[in-house]
Structures are given as C-alpha cells and as structure tokens.
C-alpha cells in the first residue's frame, strides 16, 4: 500500500511539473512586418542655392555732363529702351552744330574740287593743260572727298553723344536705386554707375555640389530622361515654389578652394516672388533609381559594424540581414543592397525580436505608426516600461513582450500580468 501511495505521490509531482513546465513558455511575441519589392524612385539631393538675375546691365553715364534728374522710379520695372535718365545736353548739341559746320565747309570744298578735276579731265586731250596740272586737280578731288567723309563721321558722332544724354534701359527688369544725385558732374573721365537692371523673370539659382558626392552620382545606373534635372524650390518658409527650376549648366572644374563643382538652374518667376542674393533649399532631381528597396527608418538598425534589418523568415524564424543604406528620403531608408524581393522586414515590435527566435507576424502599413504617437502621447505612467523608441509599451498582444526576470528568462504563466 505505501508502495502504490508513494507511485501515485511521484506521479502527482511529474504531471504538476508538466503543466509548470507548459505555462512557463510563452507565446512567440507578435510583430509588425512589412513585405519589400524592389522599386524605382527619384534620386533627389538636397542643396542650398542662392538666387541671382538671369541678366544684370550696369546702367552708366556714356558722354560727360551735368545729370539733370532722374526718369524712373526706383524698385520699379522698366522695359528695354525706357529712359532713365536725362543729362544737360547744352555741351554736345554745340559739339553736333560745330562738327555740321565742318562738314559743310568739306562739302563745300569737295564740289569746288570736283568741279577743278572735271575741267582738267576735258582740257586733258587738246594738250591746253599739263599731265602735271592734270594730276593735282584729281588729287586735290580726293582729298576733299576724304575730308568729307570724316567731317560726316564727325557728325555721326557728334549725334550720337547727344542721344547719349538721354540714358535708356539697355534690358528689361527691375531698376534699382539712384546711384549719383541730379546737379553731379558724370562722364568726365569714366562711365558714372547710374543704377543697376536686374531681370529677375526667370532667375538663376546657383549651388554646388562635392567632387566626390557628384562622381558617385555620375557613376549611378540612373534612368537620367525620367525627371532628371528638375529642381524643386523650398523657400524660407518651408513653402515650395510653384514653378520648377530646370538644370541647365554644370561645371567640370573643380573649386580648388572648396572642392566642389558648381552648378546652376533657371526658374521661372512670373509673380516676382523670388528675389535675387536670397539664399533657397533646392531638391534636385538627378535621375530614377531602379531596384532599390524603401523601408522605413524605425526597421533600421545599426550596430559598429554595419546597418542590418532583422526580417521574419522561413518558419517565421527572425533572421538579420546586413544592409547598405544609400540614404534617408521621406522617412524611410533606401537600401541598395541586403534585400531581396519577399522580404518581411520587422518594422515594429524590434526589440521584442531576436535572432534565431520564433516571432508571431503580422502586417504592418504606415497608419499603425501614425496612430503610435496618439495612443503614446505622455510620459508613460510609473512602473510602465518604455519602448525603444521611448513611447510607453502597450499590452494588446501585438505589441507586448513577456516581462523578464534578472536571468533574462521568462518567468512562469502564473507570474505574468494580463
């Protein structure tokens, strides 16, 4: 009889420490995962640029006088030919009235010349003038005709100092402000700066970019005719610009004091918005990138080594895969290189997962992280544990891990919080 009581306490025992056994392992920790494929984006840097005139014109003083006074108003836009400008022209209208003399008094002296070298011309066959006599009637014709024609430039010259008084725009834009007062001298010895016309539609925008950042890019396989050389303006604000800037000049010297290689856009600027000297954020668009990977940047990790991506595999076993990151865009990592198309990289729930563990998971969409932040909100309450990311941890089972002891081992069922 002790016997069979001792083989009925000793079988109680085992099947209690069975069922201990059975509620000390907990369920496989559920996680989010999100499904990769393989896609093509934009290849976008971003820079800073700074705005200059499409065309900038010196407006100077080309003949010497008084500046009488000003046409224009400053800071206003002006068209190609408006005047700007009007200088006391007393000086170069006497200037055109004595070069008109002269050449009146050439005229005059080349048809009394003319007139001597025809008559010698007829006289020349009936030997009633000399060959010599001959000869300086027609050089004396020349000479006046030469002297004509030089009192006639003098003229033309004369003329154009006096349109000269009459400062004009010599390109549309945006006039800028007076530079000399009305009463100066200008013109006497060199051309007085007067103003300055800026045509500010469309503008440049000039920035440069790294030798070495610009050959990588140049050796990238990028799909250059899909958007390539498009630039997107983001101003001061954070607002973006309505009207693209398109690509249109790049060097192939570099700076020896910088190191870099200056490039340069054109954007339209039909509403004036843009101004020229304001420094602006520029997305340049190089090209298309094919066969890259975008995961979002929470699934990232790195250690000292390398960046790596722990994914669910085969048995939904944890799996990490080292990964090369080619760099952040729109929240999420672009990887090049360490995926393959199928891929179910953990997105939450990564600290819950280890290598070599069985993870329980499901799908992950980009509204689970949006709505993480509200439902997190605060610091998290005493005794709460906080994720890695530093939101308090939930106890919905998608999210929660099972505590651990000291050891790091799972404690039984009967010790676990609901």
């Known amino acids: 009889m002790r016997r069979l009581l001792s083989i009925a306490v000793l079988a109680a025992a085992l099947s209690a420490c069975g069922q201990q056994e059975e509620q000390a392992a907990p369920p496989p920790p559920e996680v989010g995962v999100l499904t990769v ?6 290849l976008e840097q ?12 010196d407006v100077r003083a080309r003949v010497p006088g008084v500046l009488e006074r000003r046409v224009y108003q400053e800071g206003s836009d002006v068209k190609e030919g408006d005047v700007l400008f009007r200088i006391d022209p007393a000086q170069l209208q006497a200037a055109l009235g004595t070069a008109q003399g002269a050449q009146a008094q050439a005229q005059a002296n080349y048809a009394n010349s003319k007139t001597a070298a025809d008559r010698a011309r007829q006289l020349a066959p009936t030997s009633f003038i000399s060959k010599s006599d001959l000869d300086n009637a027609i050089a004396a014709e020349r000479s006046a005709e030469a002297a004509l024609q030089a009192a006639r430039a003098s003229t033309q010259t004369a003329q154009i100092n006096l349109g000269y008084a009459t400062v004009r725009a010599p390109i549309s834009g945006r ?15 060199d051309s007085t700066l007067l ?5 500010i539609d469309p503008l440049y925008i000039n920035f440069s970019i790294s030798a070495a950042e610009f050959n990588r890019i140049r050796a990238m396989p990028l799909d250059r005719e899909a958007g390539g050389g498009q630039v997107e303006i983001v101003l001061a ?19 020896p004091a910088s190191g870099a290689i200056q490039l340069r856009a054109t954007v339209p600027n039909p509403d ?9 954020t ?8 094919s066969g890259v990977f975008l995961v979002p940047q929470a699934a990232v990790l790195r250690d000292a080594n390398t960046a790596y991506v722990l994914v669910a595999g085969e048995g939904d076993k944890v799996v990490r895969k080292s990964v ?5 865009q729109d929240g999420q990592w672009v990887i090049t290189e360490g995926l393959t198309a199928g891929d179910r990289v953990i997105v939450s729930g990564v600290p819950k997962a280890r290598p070599d563990a069985v993870v329980a998971p499901k799908p992950w969409t980009p509204e689970q992280a949006q709505a993480a932040p509200a439902a997190g909100a605060g610091a998290p309450p005493a005794g709460q544990p906080a994720d890695a990311a530093g939101a308090p941890a939930t106890t919905d089972d998608a999210t929660a891990a099972p505590p651990q002891d000291a050891a790091g081992q799972a404690p039984a069922a009967n010790d676990t919080q609901d």
């Not at 971003?46 to 014109?57: D, I, K, N, Q």
């Not at 103003?195 to 045509?199: A, E, I």
């Not at 604000?237 to 700076?255: I, N, P, R, W, Y």
Request: hydrophobic share 35%; proline share 4%; net charge negative.
């Open 175 to 189: 006039a800028g402000k007076q530079q000399v007062t009305e009463g100066a001298l200008v013109g006497q010895g």
């Open 46 to 57: 971003e820079l800073v640029g700074r705005l200059a005139p499409y065309r900038s014109a």
């Open 324 to 328: 090369r990151t080619d760099r952040a």
């Open 272 to 280: 004036r918005r843009l101004l020229p000297g304001v420094y602006v």
């Open 195 to 199: 103003t300055t016309v800026d045509q």
């Open 282 to 289: 520029l997305r340049a668009n190089m090209g298309q990138q």
């Open 37 to 42: 494929q393989p896609t093509s984006i934009a």
């Open 237 to 255: 604000d954070g607002s973006v610009h309505d009207q693209m800037a398109t690509l249109d000049f790049s060097g192939d010297v570099v700076d």
